[in-house]
């Protein structure tokens, strides 16, 4: 029986609620982290808000960093004192996984919005006995204590600093993977990415430090084109003064071979479609409400025109969160610049500030090291 | 208490003895399987001749050898997900981990904790039962037209010249390419590399087995006995419009036949090697490696076949694209397995051998 300080959300589009919860000791195959940090992840509000069906009670989180507390029976990847990033969750052994492509898992939906582990047991309980709904992202890691399983932790050396490390189990990978994995611009070429986000921003350093040399920013917020000038994206456009469309047509004239839609947007999508050169590819990541849907111009896309959804960043994160680490060692990678940091107590506040986009990526300090 | 009949290797290059045992026990994440049908191939004739010392690899004695298994599963570890008794299956090249880098990026083949049935205690194939290990993920089922002798004769030869053809030398439908050997690898990738859609030009010292594959759909065969590895590339441009081949594949091994499946090769063109050398050559070649810069030559080797390409193996001999089960010359019983081994130094097997009798 562990005792673990979680944050709750009990309603739709309620607030975050602090509760001490009970925490189930790790089974087969499962760890236990002591949370250090957990960033804060547009998904975790998208399911406050019940956009996606995942039943409440529940604890949110999913980016998380933290120290291997303890090990359940048959864990040989990790051991105790180990520091990890915690990712999403798969199987390991349908079609995808095994094809090197966990991020669409058969079942990706049981081991990341379920709720309860795979046999309906419930991991956090009040002390009241009331079971509370835990497994998110295989982690639910608005806690100070988690608990994960063998697959999707993901240890890091022990000489970075482990509480800015969460953010790359998700947001981070999802967009520099976007780029580095998914669509893959060759060095010299030219990406536009819609959504200065923390996602879109992921992917434009992650495009600089592979070799792209021209990288376009597109958003409504001045405050965040002016940030992306500052990591060094080579042109940034505000689509509420111009048609970015036709902006990159002047900025841009050789054309963009490749673009990314971060912002969810079905409009935006369209423009991140037809902002391309001939052939192109739109890689799309935002997530939007279930059942929306895009309008695209049949003539348009003829021409070797490609769209194409994204999840996770084509990430293997046990792969691609250790290469990001190196990369940010080699200050190629930035990520951090992204950060603001806030104490746990503080979680609405930190939802607020992303939320109203003062804030790019939240990360909640929750346990020292 | 159940037993069961175990062909034995005692001694690295002493007859195998039929013994009778106790099946193997299982733990919670094996499975225990009956052996329908289990292949013999010149890999288990190097292990039992000690063979790839050199390359690391040390066969346990005493062990069980057999690596091509089609059967049927008997029991289940409790943590075993996907199979039960009665499910038709087949293994892969080897045991895997799912968990290590090279799991993780969908190669299996190239797993770190790596195993094979004949490196286990109670999995090598020469067996009426074995253990397989991790069995959720070591457990292929077979679709309902493959049969257990498909999964036999598939075993480890035709898996090895899938992704020899398919994914490391990337045999397109429409190029030519040369097939080095026509073994059993040789053969298989003959079969795989038509039904791509590709010309086969076939290479072999031995006109029974030009023959062979010229009914197997080649379009050219070249007998090399007695050519010089330049004189058979020579023949082989003469009959190929003046031009080498796009791809090439050696499924030899012996120097002269890789360095032979290098000649053939077009400017830009790739060899895919999936042969082991013997005690003659211990593992070690020279190549023209200036000539390869030349021409731009890219060199692969291939080993087995990951988890992750079984699907599409076992889809085309689902759908009747490809027949390994139609290369299968002899059926055979246990007894008679270490008969076929002693035909291997020589080369006198033809085609595939199975045991589908266990006494």
């Known amino acids: 029986m562990i005792n673990v300080n979680a944050a709750v959300v009990r309603t739709k589009g309620g607030q975050f609620e602090l509760e001490e919860l009970i925490l189930d000791q790790p089974r087969d195959h499962e760890v236990l982290i002591k949370v250090v940090a957990c960033g804060v992840c547009h998904t975790d509000m998208v399911v406050r808000d019940q956009k996606y069906p995942v039943p409440l009670p529940m604890v949110l989180g999913h980016e998380g960093s933290g120290i291997v507390e303890k090990v359940g029976s048959g864990v040989n990847r990790v051991q105790v004192g180990d520091h990890v990033v915690l990712s999403f969750g798969y199987c390991g052994v349908c079609h995808n996984c095994l094809n090197a492509r966990p991020f669409y898992c058969d079942q990706f939906y049981e081991h990341n919005f379920k709720g309860s582990r795979l046999d309906g047991s419930c991991t956090h309980h009040t002390h009241e006995n009331e079971p509370v709904g835990g497994v998110f992202f295989s982690q639910s890691s608005f806690g100070t204590y988690a608990l994960a399983s063998e697959s999707n932790v993901v240890k890091i050396r022990k000489d970075v600093p482990l509480e800015i490390m969460g953010p790359l189990g998700c947001g981070i990978q999802t967009g520099a993977g976007a780029i580095i994995n998914a669509l893959k611009p060759e060095v010299g070429s030219s990406v536009a990415i819609f959504g200065a986000g923390a996602v879109g921003l992921s992917a434009a350093l992650a495009a600089l430090a592979i070799g792209v040399t021209t990288v376009v920013l597109i958003d409504i917020n001045d405050d965040r084109l002016a940030f992306a000038r500052e990591l060094g994206v080579s042109h940034t456009i505000n689509s509420k003064s111009e048609d970015p469309v036709e902006a990159i047509k002047c900025l841009v004239p050789q054309g963009i071979s490749y673009s990314l839609e971060c912002t969810g947007r079905p409009a935006v999508a369209r423009q991140a479609v037809e902002a391309l050169s001939i052939p192109g590819i739109c890689g799309l990541v935002g997530a939007a409400p279930m059942g929306a849907e895009i309008i695209l111009d049949i003539n348009s896309l003829l021409f070797g025109r490609s769209v194409r959804g994204i999840i996770e960043g084509d990430s293997v994160p046990s792969e691609f969160i250790p290469q990001l680490i190196e990369l940010w060692r080699a200050k190629k990678f930035p990520f951090d610049k992204l950060i603001e940091f806030f104490e746990f107590s503080e979680i609405n506040e930190a939802v607020e500030a992303s939320e109203s986009g003062r804030v790019l990526k939240p990360v909640l300090k929750i346990q020292s090291y | ?359």
């Not at chain 2, 036949?257 to 082991?276: I, P, Q």
């Open chain 2, 1 to 359: 208490m159940k037993t069961m009949n175990t062909l034995r290797v005692n001694a690295f290059r002493k007859p195998m003895t039929l013994e009778n045992v106790k099946l193997p026990d299982i733990g919670e994440d094996d499975a225990l399987v009956r052996v329908t049908a289990s292949g013999v191939c010149r890999t288990d004739w190097h292990l039992w001749n000690a063979d790839w010392t050199w390359a690391g690899v040390n066969l346990p004695i005493p062990t069980t050898l057999g690596h091509e298994i089609g059967g049927v599963i008997e029991a289940v570890g409790k943590n075993v997900k996907g199979l039960k008794t009665g499910t038709r299956i087949t293994v892969p090249f080897n045991f895997a981990c799912g968990c290590c880098s090279h799991c993780y990026s969908g190669e299996q083949n190239l797993c770190d904790e790596a195993s094979w049935p004949f490196m286990l205690q109670g999995s090598g194939g020469f067996s009426e039962y074995i253990r397989v290990p991790n069995a959720t993920l070591n457990c292929v089922p077979l679709p309902e037209n493959v049969s257990e002798l498909d999964a036999a004769a598939l075993g480890c030869r035709y898996m090895t010249a899938w992704r020899a053809v398919v994914n490391k030398a990337k045999v397109q439908g429409g190029e030519t390419v040369a097939v080095i050997g026509i073994g059993g690898v040789g053969l298989a990738a003959l079969e795989i590399a038509t039904a791509l859609g590709a010309q086969v030009i076939a290479i072999d010292n031995r006109d029974d087995r030009l023959a062979k594959a010229k009914k197997l759909g080649a379009v050219v065969t070249i007998n090399n006995t007695d050519l010089s590895v330049e004189e058979t590339a020579k023949k082989l441009r003469s009959l190929n419009n003046g031009r080498g081949v796009k791809a090439s594949i050696d499924a030899v091994g012996i120097s002269n036949a890789t360095l032979t499946a290098l000649e053939c090769l077009d400017k830009g063109g790739r060899m895919c090697t999936v042969g082991l050398t013997s005690q003659e050559d211990h593992g070690e070649l020279n190549i023209p490696v200036d000539k390869l810069v030349f021409s731009e030559w890219s060199v692969s080797g291939s080993l087995g076949n990951p988890h992750s390409d079984y699907p599409e193996l076992l889809n085309m001999i689902s759908a009747g694209r490809l027949s390994p089960s139609q290369h299968v010359t002899r059926q055979i019983s246990l007894s008679e397995v270490q008969s076929v081994i002693d035909q291997m130094p020589d080369f006198e097997v033809d085609g595939y051998v199975v045991i589908t009798k266990f006494d």
